[in-house]
């Protein structure tokens, strides 16, 4: 092919989506900490996922029509830093598209080379070593190649894909953390997928989703076992066995069921399985579990109760789980972590929009019961869910700046990896009359040191910088479990260990003990100049194990004020604030 119109691009993007969608699991093994975050390729992918159904029955032969119809859904879909830069990409394509039906390799090249500059500008701080570097290197050496010669678009995506995997295999050299744990870099190698696909498209090789015609030989060429190096996992860990999930009503004795205690079940579960998530609420208790042997699980599990619902799925065949753009299991089981129907009125929005507007309101992206009413009770006018593993997308905060209904909406993200979305949809926010804007915080406990600053009364300019302000004043901690055997900062983690990370992400301690591991980090973070410590606790903390934890810091820490609290969030057992 010489040129391709809009139809040519719809087939090599499809292509390139459904490529990344066949593995993007082996994306989410590249991560960079032991802790159970690895979701950029799962981000990347709902990303993609949005902007292909919005353009795959589109008929339209012009690339300008195809082009700017996929970058508004990409946008909209947009979730997690990798997600947001890759739709941001596909953006500044279309803007190079403008006003053509149709485009030649030297126009493909300028059009990626666009998609470049616009990726960079939606950064504030451009990181090389990154899914950044590979779209600047792999489209400026497009460029150059096409200049010369009568090149197809074939052989022009073969040289592009060529040099996009020579940048993500010289990651680890620019960014020293991914050389440290010995991967390269997880939304480079997303990006490498893509382009993968779509050159297989060009060649007459279309990629379709589930197929693995052209991956029988294992993970996408992209990917050599070097890519991973020390993050590769074994298949008793993440990624690999069955995803079970069941709801059980509990029995009693009179019912031949044995007495429940939640503490010695939720035990059993992380003795047999990875990824653990129990809620147990009065007489049901909701599972969510990565076991290779999940007839041991429900065998268990049927002693104490009788079974709602099951579902097992293969992990090994997950991408299923996403059939036009549905959540995948592990989202799916994180978001129903919290009875978010409880807390936010889901019908406000309609009941208000013929009402006056709030004068100020802010959003907070919460994970956990105890976090919910937090941020409620300090005012939030609307939760989004969302945290680790779980971004929300540009679209879920469009939503909730409406449903706000006021003049000037804040958005506390709360998170690192969710400061881009929520600052694309600050962007695209078409309400004259609501200004939108984000406060950067990138940890809950700087969420909620700023919205004890909000007054919903105050001056909209005061009370911005004021929020903003206080999230210098608090440093944050957490404590998690690691996911394998590494070496980072100085620091051998052990897997399924406990580990204790400062807010920069440095790791400062690793311990069989959690309480240990919390009490190690503590010390870590506070000086002379420390005055307040707050721990919240999440759903692996008993209620019991809070007196003998409050009691500890207390004797640790005499000058300090202490405050413990339940936040039932998953993933982290605690989450440290130091002001």
Same mark, same amino acid.
């Given at each position: 092919?010489?040129?391709?119109?809009?139809?040519?691009?719809?087939? &090599?993007?499809?292509?390139?989506?459904?490529?990344?969608?066949n593995?993007?699991?082996?994306v989410?093994?590249?991560?960079?900490?032991?802790?159970?975050?690895?979701?950029?390729g799962?981000?990347?992918?709902?990303?993609?996922?949005?902007?292909?159904?919005?353009?795959?029955?589109?008929?339209?032969?012009?690339?300008?029509?195809?082009?700017?119809?996929?970058a508004?859904? &990409?946008?909209?879909?947009?979730?997690?830093?990798?997600?947001t830069?890759?739709?941001?990409?596909?953006?500044?394509?279309?803007?190079?598209?403008?006003?053509?039906?149709q485009?030649?390799?030297?126009? &493909?090249?300028?059009?990626?080379?666009?998609?470049? $500059?616009?990726?960079?500008?939606?950064?504030m701080?451009p990181?090389?070593?990154t899914?950044?570097?590979?779209?600047?290197?792999?489209s400026?050496?497009?460029?150059?190649?096409?200049?010369?010669?009568?090149?197809?678009?074939?052989?022009?995506?073969?040289?592009?894909?060529?040099?996009?995997?020579?940048?993500?295999?010289?990651?680890?050299?620019?960014?020293?953390?991914?050389?440290?744990?010995g991967?390269?870099?997880?939304?480079?190698?997303?990006?490498?997928?893509?382009?993968?696909?779509?050159?297989?498209?060009?060649?007459?090789?279309?990629?379709?989703?589930?197929s693995?015609?052209?991956? $029988?030989?294992?993970?996408?060429?992209?990917?050599?076992?070097?890519?991973?190096?020390?993050?590769q996992?074994?298949?008793d860990?993440?990624?690999?066995?069955?995803?079970?999930?069941?709801?059980?009503?509990?029995?009693?004795?009179? /019912?031949?069921?044995?007495p429940?205690?939640?503490?010695?079940?939720?035990?059993?579960?992380?003795?047999?399985?990875?990824?653990?998530?129990?809620?147990?609420?009065?007489?049901?208790?909701?599972?969510?579990?990565?076991?290779?042997?999940?007839?041991?699980?429900?065998?268990?599990?049927?002693?104490?109760?009788?079974?709602?619902?099951?579902?097992?799925?293969?992990?090994?065949?997950?991408?299923?789980?996403? $059939?036009?753009?549905?959540?995948?299991?592990?989202?799916e089981?994180?978001? =129903?972590?919290?009875?978010?129907?409880?807390?936010? /009125? =889901?019908?406000?929005?309609?009941?208000?929009?013929?009402?006056?507007?709030?004068?100020?309101?802010?959003?907070?992206?919460?994970s956990?019961?105890?976090?919910?009413?937090?941020?409620l009770?300090?005012?939030?006018?609307?939760?989004?869910?969302?945290?680790?593993?779980?971004?929300p997308?540009v679209?879920?905060?469009?939503?909730?700046?409406a449903?706000?209904?006021?003049?000037n909406?804040?958005?506390?993200?709360?998170?690192?990896?969710?400061?881009?979305?929520a600052?694309?949809?600050?962007?695209?926010?078409?309400?004259?009359?609501?200004?939108?804007?984000?406060?950067?915080?990138?940890?809950?406990?700087?969420?909620?040191e700023?919205?004890?600053?909000?007054?919903?009364d105050?001056d909209? =300019?005061?009370?911005?910088?004021?929020?903003?302000?206080?999230?210098?004043?608090?440093?944050?901690?957490?404590?998690?479990?690691?996911i394998?055997?590494?070496?980072?900062?100085?620091?051998?983690?052990?897997?399924?260990?406990?580990?204790?990370?400062?807010?920069?992400?440095?790791?400062?301690?690793?311990?069989?003990?959690?309480? =240990?591991?919390?009490?190690?980090?503590?010390?870590?973070?506070?000086?002379?100049?420390?005055?307040?410590?707050?721990?919240?606790?999440?759903?692996?903390?008993?209620?019991?194990?809070?007196?003998?934890?409050?009691?500890?810091?207390?004797?640790?820490f005499?000058?300090?004020?202490?405050?413990?609290?339940?936040?039932?969030?998953?993933?982290?057992?605690?989450?440290?604030?130091?002001?």
């Amino acid at each position: 092919m010489k040129t391709i119109n809009g139809q040519d691009f719809k087939r &090599l993007f499809l292509s390139g989506a459904n490529n990344l969608y066949n593995h993007y699991p082996e994306v989410d093994q590249l991560n960079v900490f032991p802790v159970p975050d690895g979701d950029t390729g799962m981000n990347m992918n709902l990303t993609l996922t949005s902007g292909a159904k919005e353009i795959q029955n589109k008929a339209e032969t012009s690339i300008e029509i195809i082009a700017s119809s996929l970058a508004t859904a &990409l946008v909209m879909g947009a979730r997690g830093n990798s997600g947001t830069i890759t739709c941001q990409i596909f953006r500044g394509f279309a803007d190079g598209v403008k006003g053509k039906n149709q485009i030649n390799v030297r126009e &493909l090249a300028a059009a990626f080379e666009r998609g470049r $500059e616009v990726a960079y500008k939606a950064v504030m701080r451009p990181v090389e070593g990154t899914i950044l570097t590979v779209i600047r290197e792999a489209s400026a050496a497009l460029k150059e190649y096409v200049k010369n010669g009568d090149h197809s678009v074939e052989d022009a995506l073969d040289f592009f894909l060529k040099e996009a995997k020579k940048s993500l295999n010289h990651t680890p050299e620019l960014l020293p953390i991914l050389k440290e744990v010995g991967v390269v870099d997880s939304g480079g190698a997303g990006l490498c997928i893509v382009i993968e696909g779509m050159a297989k498209a060009a060649h007459g090789n279309f990629v379709e989703r589930n197929s693995q015609d052209d991956f $029988e030989d294992g993970p996408s060429s992209v990917l050599t076992p070097t890519s991973y190096a020390g993050a590769q996992v074994s298949e008793d860990e993440e990624g690999f066995g069955y995803c079970t999930q069941f709801l059980l009503r509990l029995g009693t004795p009179e /019912d031949g069921k044995r007495p429940f205690f939640e503490k010695r079940f939720r035990n059993f579960l992380n003795s047999h399985g990875k990824s653990v998530v129990m809620i147990h609420d009065q007489d049901i208790v909701k599972v969510h579990v990565h076991t290779l042997n999940p007839g041991t699980m429900l065998n268990y599990a049927q002693n104490y109760g009788e079974f709602l619902s099951i579902v097992i799925e293969n992990m090994s065949e997950e991408h299923r789980n996403i $059939e036009n753009g549905l959540k995948a299991t592990d989202i799916e089981g994180n978001l =129903e972590l919290s009875r978010r129907h409880k807390l936010i /009125d =889901e019908e406000k929005k309609e009941e208000e929009d013929n009402t006056p507007l709030q004068k100020l309101a802010f959003i907070a992206v919460s994970s956990g019961e105890g976090l919910d009413e937090m941020f409620l009770e300090l005012g939030a006018s609307t939760l989004v869910s969302g945290g680790q593993t779980m971004n929300p997308s540009v679209e879920d905060f469009v939503k909730a700046i409406a449903r706000c209904h006021a003049e000037n909406v804040y958005i506390l993200p709360n998170n690192s990896n969710i400061v881009m979305a929520a600052s694309q949809a600050c962007d695209l926010n078409q309400n004259d009359k609501t200004r939108a804007r984000v406060i950067p915080s990138k940890t809950l406990l700087q969420g909620l040191e700023a919205a004890m600053q909000f007054a919903p009364d105050g001056d909209p =300019e005061a009370i911005y910088n004021e929020m903003k302000g206080a999230l210098k004043s608090v440093k944050s901690g957490s404590v998690t479990y690691a996911i394998k055997d590494t070496d980072i900062d100085g620091v051998h983690i052990t897997k399924d260990y406990y580990i204790g990370m400062r807010d920069d992400k440095s790791i400062v301690s690793c311990q069989k003990n959690k309480a =240990e591991t919390l009490f190690e980090l503590v010390h870590a973070m506070v000086d002379d100049d420390s005055y307040l410590l707050t721990v919240i606790c999440g759903q692996d903390i008993e209620d019991a194990e809070l007196e003998t934890l409050s009691q500890k810091l207390e004797n640790d820490f005499p000058n300090l004020e202490i405050a413990l609290r339940k936040g039932n969030q998953p993933v982290y057992s605690f989450l440290v604030g130091v002001e």
